[in-house]
């Protein structure tokens, strides 16, 4: 199956609600259209040229998979509102897969990278400035960026309180606060990622330390201005994942930094598509894990391989993405048109 465009101007972004500033207002905003029943939707999806193999699968598929969440993996697959010749719902169905098993894969992924940053944060910030100095503005570039991972961070301690986690009520309880290796446990990513890309350089530099910015970015084998990109950009990846939202063929709004040898991998127009992701997540991996990137890039293969039929082109995979991502053997998969 070709891409609508034949796999070169592709759509790719995500759908977005317009509107100006009347309707903001609310003085000129279109009625909600009328909601449609699982027939109804797969009728009006062959109408627009979708084919359709077994119907019956077809609404056990839309009773699975909501039809809104279902419209952004056929962006592919239509030009000016009508589905591209051969376009059929298997070829939709597929994407979806896809798209599930890339998702799986990030989430188990990051997960280390996350647990990581929360241990060498807690560690350096602990030893370079003290328990409780990750509260204190001084230790940050920007007061205003500072605050809002605070109050982040403070209804994420209150609701871990309220939820009775162990290690939050007796802290509270005994201290009246969190010491900083508590209270990374109870942060989310992006509070995390906030925190530590806000951090003043000089915040514990000594005559034996470079600093809690670089002593952590130092334990991942990268500077700060790359660990600060990369922690952003995946905390956005990993909402994706555990929203279970669409990553196949999505515009990245949060890029990540590359390193020159990795920009060279990954053409311009590409930057803000998904394989710089991969990119990214290797070269953590190659420094703090070597030794289960090998496996962890075979389940990446097999993932894609499950789905022969699914372009790899929307995603800004090259040709032989495999050796961009440090393979150990000859194997390749050619991205699809």
Known sequence: MKLADGGINHIDSTPHASGNAANQAGSSFSPLPEATTYVEQLSKMKGRGLAVADEGLAIARLRDLNYYRLRGYW????????????ASFDDIWEIYQ????????????IAPVEIKLRTQFAYYFAHLCGADAYLNVENYRSASGFQKAVSNFERER?????QGVPCVVHNMDKYGKLSVWAAVECMSLGTLSMLYGNL??????????????????????????????????????????????????????IRPALLKRDEKCVRRRDMSKQFPTFLVIRRIYEKS????????????????????SVSLIPMGFPKDWMSRMGAATSR??????
């Not at 896809?98 to 992924?109: C, K, M």
């Not at 209150?158 to 309220?162: G, I």
């Not at 894990?289 to 022969?308: G, N, R, T, V």
């Not at 390749?332 to 048109?337: C, D, E, H, L």
């Open 158 to 162: 209150d609701r871990a309180y309220s």
């Open 98 to 109: 896809l798209d599930r098993g890339l998702r799986t894969w990030l989430w188990r992924a």
């Open 289 to 308: 894990w070597p030794e289960e990137w090998e496996s962890l890039l075979d389940e990446l293969a097999s993932c894609i391989e499950q789905h022969p």
């Open 75 to 86: 962006l592919t697959l239509e030009r000016d509102g009508s589905f591209i010749e051969g």
């Open 332 to 337: 390749a998969i050619i991205p699809r048109t």
């Open 200 to 253: 003043d350089p000089d915040t514990g530099t000594s005559d034996s330390s470079r600093g809690v910015q670089a002593e952590v970015a130092e334990a991942f084998g990268t500077k700060p201005y790359y660990l600060r990109s990369w922690m952003h950009h995946l905390t956005t990846v990993r909402n994706i994942a555990a929203h279970h939202d669409r990553f196949y063929n999505r515009v990245m709004t």
